[in-house]
């Protein structure tokens, strides 16, 4: 089956850009999403980009897809103290209908 | 973008009791439903797939009979989790999409607790 993949952990300074990657399998993805869940919350959907874009940038957000080695990466510009979750990837394969979410990667933002 | 509302959002109930879960797609019409399960510091995993008027289809390891969906209209879906005991505490999220290549647009997420 489907299957996505990310680092588990991730540390960062504060100011610095943090970048998340992600690796899936499924060649019939029609979207590629990036969620963040803080502590005890529900899923926030951050940005999400089209399988035939190759970028998508969106205030601090800039997200990188290369389709022909299926990796998915988020990159957050100055990263804040509130930035500190667990992001997921996520791969909306169209012919299955369904949604598959990657390991998801907590993200420690140092002061 | 679109809004799907789930709640309640925290549930504690006795084991061997159930609990239902809605989850309302408040401005689209939400033919096909996904119902998520993650357990603590893990990713979300797919229980179900349904189709509004048609039967859940079910993913590999999770029993039919206790976790019960009903997808009767457009914009609403439950999940019932029967019988439940302390084993089925998780975290509960819904998403639903309209038409086919279409993005899906999650609920906030329910955490059951059993006790």
């Known amino acids: 089956g489907e299957d996505v993949e990310q680092s588990l952990f991730l540390s960062v300074r504060e100011g610095d850009s943090s970048v998340i990657n992600c690796t899936y399998t499924?060649?019939?993805?029609?979207?590629l999403y990036w969620y963040k869940q803080e502590p005890g919350a529900g899923l926030q959907l951050l940005t999400y980009?089209?399988?035939?874009?190759d970028m998508k940038q969106d205030q601090r957000l800039t997200v990188l897809l290369n389709k022909k080695d299926k990796h998915l990466s988020l990159r957050i510009a100055d990263t804040q103290t509130g930035d500190s979750a667990i992001y997921f990837c996520?791969?909306?394969?169209?012919?299955?209908?369904?949604?598959?979410f990657g390991t998801g990667t907590k993200l420690q933002v140092i002061p | 973008g679109a809004v799907v509302s789930q709640h309640p959002s925290r549930v504690i109930c006795k084991s061997g009791t159930s609990v239902k879960i809605e989850c309302r797609s408040l401005?689209?019409?939400?033919?096909?439903m996904f119902w998520y399960r993650q357990f603590p510091k893990q990713s979300l995993m797919l229980m179900a797939t349904?189709?509004?008027?048609?039967?859940?289809?079910?993913e590999q390891g999770v029993e039919k009979d206790k976790f019960l969906i009903n997808h009767a209209s457009l914009t609403l879906s439950t999940l019932t989790v029967t019988s439940a005991h302390p084993e089925d505490s998780s975290f509960y999220i819904c998403?639903?999409?309209?038409?086919?290549?279409?993005?899906?647009?999650f609920g906030q997420g329910t955490r059951l607790t059993v006790v």
């Open positions: 998403s639903g999409k309209q038409g086919t290549n279409t993005e899906a647009f």
């Open positions: 349904s189709n509004e008027g048609s039967k859940a289809t079910y």
């Open positions: 499924d060649s019939s993805s029609t979207y």
């Open positions: 996520a791969d909306h394969s169209g012919g299955y209908q369904k949604v598959t």
């Open positions: 401005d689209f019409q939400a033919t096909t």
């Open positions: 980009i089209f399988s035939n874009m």
